[in-house]
């Protein structure tokens, strides 16, 4: 037990049925470690759990985004300040080992040491809302093109008789002639197999189809409820910002700035000098959704918006190469977004796409 006055840390490693928790004291002395279940009464008793020792500075908890979501939504609803914890490399785990207790006690140990300070996601309002939503679009979208590829593939081997018939068609010609045709004869036939294969094949595309649009009438007006001022910005659809909201959660304000942002989303520059070179690379950390999603908001610009093409124009002039002005570009739009996300302070300073 920690002295009376002593504020004590918590720690807490996290799986589906268990929380293994933690506490250190000030100097991170290991003062007790206790399992609790995934309920309610689980997670109230780790609560009292914690506050029978001391006075609770904050809470370090590794999966946040996962397994631990439910129990810092807990802590947090009840005044506990939750720190999100990053995984331990291997280095330090070849060297302390791996149990639960052990990495209960380095969660609370990190926050400690000022190694872990990210605040979690709040993951209780509507962005978490369209977060849900596009779980379903995103693997239906994935299912629908894998459908398509298997579509292709069994043309390519089909007989001739079947193959000659589909030769040339569209995407959705194709799909159209296969769903509604009606094949005959016997399935130990290659050929009236292959063709029983294609309708149905169709059929699941055009379900799939109607799923991705349904998703879309959902996800859309969500996303202009949530962010206006985002949505209306060229070359942002509701499908990318739908993307960069669930990147920045429900409390954007947790990130702290415009390139705090940037790094969420890979977009801020790596130096890559070296010698007489001086230069800045593609970052490719961070949240690879997310940096997809400005590239396709930059490949968009680069199309459509004239400020964009006028300063691709400028930069090509001046011997910089494509991808390093697509680089640039993201880092501008990241800016630009994170002053248009919900919740944040935004200064009136107007953008210029620079370097």
């Known amino acids: 037990m920690a002295a009376d006055g002593i504020a004590v840390i ?3 490693d996290t799986h589906t049925d268990l929380r293994q928790a933690a506490v250190i004291d000030g100097i991170g002395r290991h003062l007790a470690t206790e399992a609790f279940e995934t309920t309610p009464a689980g997670y109230q008793r780790l609560l009292d759990w914690l506050h029978s020792h001391a006075e609770v500075l904050a809470v370090g908890i590794e999966g946040t985004g996962a397994y631990g979501a439910e129990i810092a939504r807990f802590l947090t609803a009840n005044g506990i300040t939750v720190v999100e914890v990053d995984r331990p490399d291997r280095e330090a785990r070849r060297d302390n080992g791996k149990s639960d207790p052990i990495d ?11 190694r872990a300070g990210g605040t979690p996601k709040a993951r209780n309002g509507i962005v978490e809302a369209i977060r849900a939503l596009r779980v379903v679009r995103k693997s239906a979208v994935k299912a629908r093109t894998q459908t398509i590829n298997q579509i292709r593939t ?7 008789g079947v193959r000659d018939k ?18 005959t004869g016997e399935l130990a036939d290659p050929a009236c197999a292959v063709r029983t294969v294609l309708r149905r094949l169709a059929r699941r595309y055009q379900a799939l189809s109607e799923e991705i649009k349904d998703a879309d009438k959902e996800i859309g007006p969500l996303v202009t409820q949530a962010a206006p001022r985002l949505i209306a910005l060229p070359g942002i659809g509701p499908e990318t910002a739908g993307q960069l909201l669930t990147s920045a959660g429900d409390n954007p304000d947790r990130l702290r700035s415009e390139a705090a942002f940037a790094h969420l989303c ?10 007489h070179t001086n230069r800045h690379r593609l970052n490719r950390g961070g949240d690879r959704a997310a940096n997809n999603a400005l590239h396709t908001i930059v490949l968009v610009r680069m199309k459509y918006d004239q400020r964009t093409q006028e ?4 930069r090509t002039a001046q011997g910089m190469a494509k991808k390093d002005i697509v680089r640039c570009l993201k880092r501008f739009v990241a800016r630009e977004i994170y002053r248009h996300l919900p919740h944040v302070t935004h200064t009136t300073e107007p953008l210029r796409q620079t370097a």
Do not use: H, K
């Open 154 to 160: 069994l043309i390519v081997t089909a007989p001739s």
């Open 10 to 12: 918590g720690g807490i």
């Open 104 to 114: 209960a006690y380095g969660a609370a140990t990190a926050v400690l040491s000022g």
């Open 166 to 183: 589909l030769r040339g068609l569209s995407a959705r010609d194709l799909i159209d002639t296969l769903a509604r045709s009606r094949p």
């Open 311 to 314: 300063y691709v124009a400028r």
């Open 266 to 275: 890979g977009a801020a520059p790596v130096p890559a000098s070296s010698g």
